[in-house]
Nanobody
Framework: QVEVVESGGGAVPAGGSLKLSCEAS????????MAWFRQAPGKEVEGIAT??????????????GRFTISQGRATVSQGIAKHNLYLQIDNMTPEDTAKYYC??????????????????WGAGTQVTVSS
C-alpha cells in the first residue's frame, strides 16, 4: 500500500522561507518520478517541480528560482521503495498560500507533469503566507 505523508506547512510572513517534507513508501522501486503540486483557494492544481531518481529536476512555469525540490536517499526492502522528498520555498508572498501536495508517479494516471504521470497523492500540508 502506497503511503504519502507531507509535513512542514504552517503560517509564514511575506518574505519568509519554509521547507516542506514528504515521506513516501510502498511503491515499486522502479518508480522514477516524484513531485510537488499545490492548490490555492479557488484555483486549479498546479505543478511546482518534479525530481527523478537520477536527480534531474523539472520546474513548472514561473516556479524556478524560489522553489527548490530535493530528495533523500531512497531505501529499498523486498523491492518496495521508501523516499524522502523536500521542497524549499524562499521569499514567500501571499500568492504562495495554498495546500501543498507530495505526489508519486503512477502508470496511466491522468495527471501529467514534467514528463511523468502522477497518481499517488498525499493529504497535503497547508501553507499560509501573511502580508
Amino acid at each position: 500500500q502506497v503511503e504519502v505523508v507531507e509535513s512542514g506547512g504552517g503560517a509564514v510572513p511575506a518574505g519568509g522561507s519554509l521547507k516542506l517534507s514528504c515521506e513516501a513508501s510502498g511503491y515499486p522501486f522502479s518508480t522514477n518520478c516524484m513531485a510537488w503540486f499545490r492548490q490555492a483557494p479557488g484555483k486549479e492544481v498546479e505543478g511546482i517541480a518534479t525530481i527523478r531518481g537520477d536527480g534531474r529536476t523539472t520546474y513548472g512555469e514561473n516556479m524556478e528560482g524560489r522553489f527548490t525540490i530535493s530528495q533523500g536517499r531512497a531505501t529499498v526492502s523486498q523491492g518496495i521503495a521508501k523516499h524522502n522528498l523536500y521542497l524549499q520555498i524562499d521569499n514567500m508572498t501571499p500568492e504562495d498560500t495554498a495546500k501543498y501536495y507530495c505526489v508519486v508517479e503512477r502508470d496511466f494516471a491522468p495527471t501529467y507533469f514534467g514528463g511523468c504521470r502522477f497518481g499517488y497523492w498525499g493529504a497535503g500540508t497547508q501553507v499560509t503566507v501573511s502580508s
